[in-house]
Protein backbone atom coordinates (compact mmCIF):
# COMPACT_ATOMS: atom_id res chain seq x y z
CA UNK A 1 0.00 0.00 0.00
CA UNK A 2 1.18 3.80 -0.89
CA UNK A 3 0.71 6.49 1.37
CA UNK A 4 1.03 9.95 0.52
CA UNK A 5 3.96 11.90 2.43
CA UNK A 6 3.71 15.56 2.34
CA UNK A 7 6.55 17.25 0.46
CA UNK A 8 9.62 17.41 3.23
CA UNK A 9 10.40 21.07 2.60
CA UNK A 10 6.17 22.05 3.85
CA UNK A 11 6.10 22.88 7.50
CA UNK A 12 2.83 22.72 9.74
CA UNK A 13 3.87 26.14 11.37
CA UNK A 14 6.24 28.89 10.92
CA UNK A 15 8.28 28.06 14.35
CA UNK A 16 8.87 24.48 12.41
CA UNK A 17 10.00 26.05 9.52
CA UNK A 18 12.52 28.19 11.02
CA UNK A 19 14.05 24.86 12.58
CA UNK A 20 14.53 23.31 9.48
CA UNK A 21 17.73 22.79 7.40
CA UNK A 22 18.49 25.65 5.79
CA UNK A 23 17.93 25.80 2.00
CA UNK A 24 21.14 25.26 -0.28
CA UNK A 25 20.61 26.81 -3.43
CA UNK A 26 18.43 30.06 -3.35
CA UNK A 27 17.03 31.24 -7.08
CA UNK A 28 17.18 35.23 -8.02
CA UNK A 29 16.17 37.25 -10.93
CA UNK A 30 18.64 38.02 -13.00
CA UNK A 31 17.25 41.65 -14.98
CA UNK A 32 18.24 43.09 -17.90
CA UNK A 33 16.59 46.57 -18.20
CA UNK A 34 16.73 47.12 -21.58
CA UNK A 35 16.16 45.03 -25.03
CA UNK A 36 19.97 45.30 -26.00
CA UNK A 37 22.50 42.28 -24.38
CA UNK A 38 21.49 38.98 -22.65
CA UNK A 39 17.70 38.04 -21.87
CA UNK A 40 16.58 37.86 -17.86
CA UNK A 41 16.96 34.94 -16.28
CA UNK A 42 16.51 33.20 -12.94
CA UNK A 43 20.49 32.85 -11.51
CA UNK A 44 21.18 29.42 -9.19
CA UNK A 45 23.38 30.44 -6.11
CA UNK A 46 24.97 28.27 -3.52
CA UNK A 47 24.13 29.21 -0.49
CA UNK A 48 25.48 26.46 1.84
CA UNK A 49 28.31 27.24 4.36
CA UNK A 50 31.18 25.24 3.42
CA UNK A 51 30.48 24.45 -0.37
CA UNK A 52 33.44 25.18 -2.48
CA UNK A 53 31.19 27.48 -4.80
CA UNK A 54 29.44 28.82 -1.87
CA UNK A 55 28.30 32.75 -2.64
CA UNK A 56 28.76 31.97 -6.26
CA UNK A 57 26.13 31.84 -9.47
CA UNK A 58 26.45 27.61 -9.92
CA UNK A 59 23.61 27.59 -13.34
CA UNK A 60 20.77 29.87 -14.89
CA UNK A 61 18.17 29.31 -17.11
CA UNK A 62 17.83 32.55 -19.76
CA UNK A 63 14.16 33.48 -20.76
CA UNK A 64 13.63 33.27 -24.63
CA UNK A 65 12.19 36.01 -25.31
CA UNK A 66 13.58 39.63 -23.86
CA UNK A 67 12.25 42.69 -22.03
CA UNK A 68 10.03 40.74 -19.50
CA UNK A 69 11.07 42.42 -15.72
CA UNK A 70 10.86 39.21 -13.78
CA UNK A 71 8.70 40.05 -10.71
CA UNK A 72 8.18 38.45 -7.15
CA UNK A 73 8.25 34.92 -8.03
CA UNK A 74 7.08 31.94 -6.11
CA UNK A 75 6.45 28.09 -5.50
CA UNK A 76 3.62 26.23 -7.19
CA UNK A 77 3.20 24.42 -4.16
CA UNK A 78 4.19 25.38 -0.50
CA UNK A 79 3.23 24.61 3.40
CA UNK A 80 -0.12 25.77 2.39
CA UNK A 81 -0.74 22.27 0.97
CA UNK A 82 -1.36 21.08 4.77
CA UNK A 83 -4.16 23.02 5.19
CA UNK A 84 -6.70 21.41 7.35
CA UNK A 85 -9.50 21.81 5.37
CA UNK A 86 -7.85 21.44 2.21
CA UNK A 87 -5.21 19.08 2.43
CA UNK A 88 -2.96 18.43 -0.74
CA UNK A 89 -0.05 16.40 0.66
CA UNK A 90 0.87 14.69 -3.06
CA UNK A 91 1.98 17.97 -4.32
CA UNK A 92 5.61 19.62 -4.34
CA UNK A 93 7.40 22.54 -4.52
CA UNK A 94 9.38 21.94 -7.90
CA UNK A 95 8.21 25.06 -10.06
CA UNK A 96 9.07 28.07 -9.81
CA UNK A 97 6.27 30.63 -11.50
CA UNK A 98 7.72 33.35 -12.68
CA UNK A 99 5.79 36.26 -13.76
CA UNK A 100 7.33 38.72 -16.47
CA UNK A 101 5.84 42.32 -15.27
CA UNK A 102 6.73 44.26 -18.72
CA UNK A 103 6.11 41.02 -21.19
CA UNK A 104 2.92 39.52 -19.45
CA UNK A 105 4.38 36.50 -19.95
CA UNK A 106 4.43 33.85 -17.30
CA UNK A 107 7.25 31.08 -17.11
CA UNK A 108 6.69 27.99 -14.91
CA UNK A 109 10.51 26.78 -14.77
CA UNK A 110 11.21 22.97 -12.99
CA UNK A 111 13.91 22.75 -10.42
CA UNK A 112 13.29 18.94 -9.51
CA UNK A 113 14.96 17.48 -12.39
CA UNK A 114 18.35 19.47 -12.23
CA UNK A 115 17.99 21.89 -9.51
CA UNK A 116 20.93 23.83 -10.28
CA UNK A 117 20.43 23.56 -14.23
CA UNK A 118 16.31 24.92 -14.00
CA UNK A 119 14.41 24.37 -17.45
CA UNK A 120 11.12 26.11 -18.71
CA UNK A 121 8.78 24.11 -19.10
CA UNK A 122 5.88 26.01 -19.76
CA UNK A 123 5.77 29.97 -21.22
CA UNK A 124 1.79 30.98 -20.53
CA UNK A 125 2.04 34.04 -23.93
CA UNK A 126 0.66 37.55 -22.68
CA UNK A 127 -2.45 36.89 -25.30
CA UNK A 128 -3.32 34.08 -22.79
CA UNK A 129 -2.81 35.57 -19.43
CA UNK A 130 -4.98 38.95 -20.88
CA UNK A 131 -7.78 36.85 -22.31
CA UNK A 132 -8.13 35.27 -19.72
CA UNK A 133 -8.08 36.91 -17.11
CA UNK A 134 -8.71 40.77 -18.41
CA UNK A 135 -5.16 41.62 -16.48
CA UNK A 136 -1.47 42.24 -18.07
CA UNK A 137 1.45 42.58 -16.35
CA UNK A 138 1.35 39.91 -13.79
CA UNK A 139 3.24 40.98 -10.85
CA UNK A 140 3.80 38.45 -7.22
CA UNK A 141 2.74 34.89 -7.28
CA UNK A 142 1.52 33.15 -3.77
CA UNK A 143 0.93 29.60 -3.55
CA UNK A 144 -2.22 28.60 -1.70
CA UNK A 145 -4.12 25.17 -0.25
CA UNK A 146 -6.34 25.39 -3.28
CA UNK A 147 -4.27 26.83 -6.23
CA UNK A 148 -1.65 29.55 -7.30
CA UNK A 149 -2.67 33.07 -6.73
CA UNK A 150 -1.04 36.26 -8.50
CA UNK A 151 -1.51 39.52 -8.23
CA UNK A 152 -1.72 41.48 -11.75
CA UNK A 153 -1.82 45.16 -13.01
CA UNK A 154 -4.66 46.09 -15.04
CA UNK A 155 -4.46 45.73 -19.32
Not at 52 to 69: F, I, S
Not at 79 to 93: D, N
Not at 138 to 151: A, E, N
Request: net charge neutral.
Amino acid sequence: MTFWQPDPTFYPSPAMAMQAPPEKLAYVAMLNPGTNGPPDGIGVVDVEPGSATYGKLVGRVDMPEPANELHHFGWNACSACLCPYAPHPHVERRYLIVPGISSSRIYVIDTKSRARRPEIVKVIPPETVIKRTGYSSPHTVHCGPDGIYLSALVS
